[in-house]
C-alpha cells in the first residue's frame, strides 16, 4: 500500500505550545525543505493552540499532519491532510494503548480516510510522553526489535515510532527496530540537533523527526537536519 510517508526522510514536529524561535515565521517553518509537518505535543496542548498553527500553516505547500496528545485536542480543519494518532506499545497501561482511543471513536463522523496509526516505542524515561503514560523505558535492543515486530505483524502498524524525545538515542536500538520491519517505516526522534546527528539516525531509520531544535534554535538548524536525512538516504 502507498502512503505518503514512504517518500519522507524528515519531518519537523510543531510544538503548539512553544514559541518559534526569534524572528521565525510559520512560513519560514514550512520552507524548511522538510517533507511533513506534525503537530503535536505533551504537555499543554489545546484545541485553540493547535488550530493556531494549523491556521498559521495552511497556505503553504508543505504536507500538514496533526498528532494528538489525547482526544480533547483534535481539530477538524480542511488545511490538515492527516491524523496521526499514537499508541503506546510499551506504556504502563491500557489508557495510552486502546483506552484514550475507544473514547475518541464514540464521536460520529470520524474522517477515517484520513486517519493513520503509529505504534509508539516510548525510550527516554525523563520525557513528558514517558512520564504521563508511565512507560517501561527499560527496554533492550531485542525488547524493541520485538515490539516493532508486534506492531507490524499483529497489530498491522503502517508507521514505527522509536521516540526518544528531548535525548539522542541509542543507535543499536534504533537499528533493531529498523531491521525488524518490512513493510512498515520507521520513525525515529529525539535530540537531533545538526547535520551530524541527522545524517547518523537517518542511517538507521526512515523517517526521522525534529522537534525542540526549531524551538530552540530556529529554521536554519532545521534546515542542517533536512540536508543530513537526505544525504543518509541519497547515498
Ligand atoms: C486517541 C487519541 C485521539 C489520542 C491519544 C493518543 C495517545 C495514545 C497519546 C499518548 C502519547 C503522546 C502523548 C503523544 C503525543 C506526541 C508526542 C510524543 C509529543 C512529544 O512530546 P514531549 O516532547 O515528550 O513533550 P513536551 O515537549 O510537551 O514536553
Ligand atoms: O524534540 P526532539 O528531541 O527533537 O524529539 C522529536 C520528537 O520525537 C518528539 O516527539
Ligand atoms: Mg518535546
Same mark, same amino acid.
Given at each position: 500500500?502507498?502512503?505518503?510517508?514512504?517518500?519522507?526522510?524528515?519531518?519537523?514536529?510543531?510544538?503548539?505550545?512553544?514559541?518559534?524561535?526569534?524572528?521565525?515565521?510559520?512560513?519560514?517553518?514550512?520552507?524548511?525543505?522538510?517533507?511533513?509537518?506534525?503537530?503535536?505535543?505533551?504537555?499543554?496542548?489545546?484545541?485553540?493552540?493547535?488550530?493556531?498553527?494549523?491556521?498559521?500553516?495552511?497556505?503553504?505547500?508543505?504536507?500538514?499532519?496533526? *498528532?494528538?496528545?489525547?482526544?480533547?485536542?483534535?481539530?477538524?480543519?480542511?488545511?490538515?491532510?492527516?491524523? #496521526?494518532?499514537?499508541?503506546?506499545?510499551?506504556?504502563?497501561?491500557?489508557?495510552?494503548?486502546?483506552?484514550?482511543?475507544?473514547?475518541?471513536?464514540?464521536?460520529?463522523? #470520524?474522517?477515517?480516510?484520513?486517519?493513520?496509526? *503509529?505504534?509508539?516505542?516510548?525510550?527516554?524515561?525523563?520525557?513528558?510522553?514517558?512520564?504521563?503514560? *508511565?512507560?517501561?523505558?527499560?527496554?533492550?535492543?531485542?525488547?524493541?526489535?520485538?515490539?516493532?515486530?508486534?506492531? *507490524?505483524?499483529?497489530?498491522?502498524?503502517?508507521?514505527?515510532?522509536?521516540?526518544?524525545?528531548?535525548?539522542?538515542?541509542?543507535?543499536?536500538?534504533?537499528a533493531?527496530a529498523h531491521d525488524?520491519?518490512?513493510? !512498515?517505516?520507521l520513525?525515529?526522534?529525539?535530540?537531533?540537533?545538526?547535520? %551530524?546527528? !541527522?545524517?547518523?539516525?537517518?542511517?538507521h531509520?526512515?523517517?526521522?523527526?525534529?522537534?525542540? #531544535?526549531?524551538?530552540? %534554535?530556529?529554521?536554519?538548524?532545521?534546515?542542517?537536519?533536512?540536508?543530513?536525512?537526505?544525504?543518509?538516504?541519497?547515498?
Amino acid at each position: 500500500m502507498n502512503n505518503p510517508w514512504d517518500d519522507w526522510d524528515h519531518v519537523l514536529k510543531v510544538d503548539p505550545d512553544k514559541e518559534l524561535y526569534g524572528d521565525d515565521t510559520f512560513e519560514d517553518v514550512c520552507r524548511t525543505g522538510t517533507d511533513a509537518i506534525e503537530i503535536g505535543g505533551t504537555l499543554d496542548v489545546t484545541a485553540e493552540k493547535m488550530s493556531r498553527v494549523v491556521d498559521a500553516a495552511a497556505e503553504y505547500d508543505v504536507p500538514l499532519y496533526q *498528532e494528538p496528545s489525547n482526544p480533547g485536542v483534535v481539530i477538524d480543519s480542511p488545511a490538515l491532510d492527516g491524523y #496521526l494518532i499514537p499508541t503506546v506499545f510499551n506504556a504502563g497501561g491500557p489508557f495510552w494503548i486502546t483506552g484514550a482511543h475507544k473514547e475518541w471513536v464514540r464521536i460520529d463522523d #470520524l474522517d477515517w480516510g484520513r486517519t493513520h496509526t *503509529e505504534a509508539y516505542i516510548v525510550m527516554n524515561p525523563e520525557a513528558s510522553v514517558a512520564q504521563l503514560t *508511565e512507560a517501561d523505558c527499560d527496554l533492550s535492543a531485542d525488547d524493541v526489535e520485538a515490539y516493532a515486530k508486534v506492531a *507490524e505483524r499483529m497489530f498491522g502498524q503502517e508507521i514505527v515510532y522509536v521516540e526518544y524525545s528531548g535525548t539522542f538515542g541509542d543507535t543499536e536500538k534504533v537499528a533493531a527496530a529498523h531491521d525488524a520491519l518490512d513493510e !512498515a517505516t520507521l520513525f525515529y526522534g529525539g535530540g537531533i540537533h545538526g547535520y %551530524e546527528s !541527522a545524517n547518523e539516525m537517518a542511517a538507521h531509520s526512515d523517517v526521522i523527526v525534529v522537534g525542540d #531544535l526549531l524551538h530552540d %534554535e530556529g529554521v536554519d538548524a532545521v534546515r542542517e537536519t533536512v540536508k543530513g536525512a537526505k544525504d543518509a538516504h541519497d547515498d
